[in-house]
């Protein structure tokens, strides 16, 4: 069983950053970033296989997101740019059990999720 933390999130203004942070208390494989807006359908953000290798986002963040671990922290990250109202969301991390080298957008692929981090943004 794995356990997932996140952290970072917070209210900010339209065309500001943030920086989640995802710990893990073990060891990963791939990681992913949802989030889920208040009557809206959770969505995939972005995804990263757990040598980095692959690594997917959703067209809506493309170039303003990047996603990045560290695993020698089991650490997932999420530099956020360039922050739009619509970003606006719950965010939560996620990380498969199986799939070292993978990258999936799909929820359902992941077996360990975190509590979530608000974030917020004004315009």
């Known amino acids: 069983q794995v356990q997932l933390t996140e952290s970072g999130g917070d209210s900010v203004q339209a065309g500001g950053s943030l920086r989640l942070s995802c710990a893990a208390s073990g060891v990963t494989y791939s990681m992913g970033w949802f989030r889920q807006a208040p009557g809206q359908e959770r969505e995939g953000v972005a995804s990263?296989?757990?040598?980095?290798?692959?690594?997917r986002y959703a067209d809506s963040v493309k170039g303003r997101f990047t996603i990045s671990r560290d695993n020698a922290k089991n650490t997932l990250y999420l530099q956020m740019n360039t922050l739009k109202p619509e970003d606006t969301a719950m965010y939560y991390c996620?990380?498969?059990?199986?799939?070292?080298?993978?990258?999936?957008?799909?929820?359902?692929?992941?077996?360990?999720w975190g509590q979530g981090t608000q974030v917020t943004v004004s315009s």
């Open positions: 990263i296989s757990r040598g980095g290798g692959c690594i």
């Open positions: 996620a990380a498969r059990s199986v799939g070292v080298a993978t990258c999936t957008m799909t929820g359902s692929d992941y077996t360990y």
